[in-house]
């Protein structure tokens, strides 16, 4: 469902969104709901899995009702928002019923699936598992708990601003890391 779902922008977040309309940060809000149900859906089925398992019907009302969403969400119309918002919750109700009725069963608790710009990936909590995981899931890169650990402390050893940005912010989420086109030619502490 993430690949035609509109993603929240959090409009009313000054310093990410300066420019946005009172429109947009209502419609941002009115979305809000939609984006944790198929977020919940996400969790159980699997990423963009839900649509697959039901009738086609099924899958293209839905369809047709998030582009009617989307269409509301780029005319900065929030009363047509919160409308289409329940309207999509309630297919996504339907299509859970429906995959549930057909036997399908939900996504294994035994890996966390994410997508982060496009990458799509699972974390393992065991990686002798990867085989029945991987039959099951082609279309994801599985990774072992281990592996995601031997990672985190390579990055944490090999890139120090990493953790001085946790250590100045520990309540903060590192969401990307770039590597810099040229050197840094002066002595700043915190080279951003």
Same mark, same amino acid.
Request: aromatic share 6%.
């Given at each position: 469902?993430?690949?035609?779902?509109? +993603? *929240?922008? *959090?409009?009313?977040?000054?310093?990410?969104? @300066?420019? !946005?309309?009172?429109?947009?940060?209502?419609?941002? %809000?009115?979305?809000?709901? =939609?984006?944790?149900?198929?977020?919940?859906? #996400?969790?159980?089925?699997?990423? #963009?899995?839900?649509?697959?398992?039901?009738?086609?019907?099924?899958?293209? +009302?839905?369809?047709?009702?998030?582009? %009617?969403?989307?269409?509301?969400?780029?005319?900065?119309? @929030?009363?047509?928002?919160?409308?289409?918002?329940?309207?999509?919750?309630?297919?996504? $109700?339907?299509?859970?019923?429906?995959?549930?009725?057909?036997? %399908?069963?939900?996504? !294994?608790?035994?890996?966390?699936?994410?997508?982060?710009?496009? &990458? +799509? &990936?699972?974390?393992? /909590?065991?990686? +002798? #598992?990867?085989?029945?995981?991987?039959?099951?899931? @082609?279309?994801?890169? &599985? =990774?072992?708990?281990?592996?995601?650990?031997?990672?985190?402390?390579?990055? /944490?050893?090999?890139?120090?601003?990493?953790?001085?940005?946790?250590?100045? =912010?520990? $309540? !903060?989420?590192?969401? !990307?890391?770039?590597? *810099?086109?040229? @050197?840094?030619? %002066?002595?700043?502490?915190?080279?951003?």
């Amino acid at each position: 469902m993430t690949a035609a779902r509109p +993603r *929240r922008q *959090r409009k009313s977040d000054r310093l990410l969104n @300066p420019g !946005s309309t009172a429109r947009e940060i209502e419609v941002d %809000h009115a979305i809000a709901p =939609f984006d944790r149900a198929a977020t919940d859906m #996400d969790r159980k089925w699997g990423i #963009d899995q839900l649509p697959g398992l039901v009738s086609p019907e099924l899958a293209a +009302r839905y369809g047709a009702a998030v582009a %009617h969403l989307n269409a509301c969400i780029e005319d900065s119309d @929030p009363a047509a928002c919160i409308a289409a918002v329940g309207n999509c919750i309630r297919g996504m $109700q339907a299509m859970d019923a429906e995959a549930t009725r057909l036997g %399908h069963q939900p996504a !294994s608790p035994d890996y966390w699936e994410a997508e982060i710009d496009g &990458f +799509r &990936f699972a974390v393992m /909590r065991e990686g +002798r #598992d990867w085989q029945v995981h991987h039959e099951a899931r @082609p279309d994801l890169r &599985f =990774f072992s708990l281990r592996e995601v650990g031997v990672a985190l402390k390579a990055l /944490r050893i090999d890139n120090p601003l990493f953790a001085e940005v946790q250590k100045q =912010f520990p $309540q !903060s989420e590192i969401i !990307s890391i770039a590597k *810099r086109s040229k @050197p840094q030619t %002066h002595e700043d502490p915190i080279p951003f």
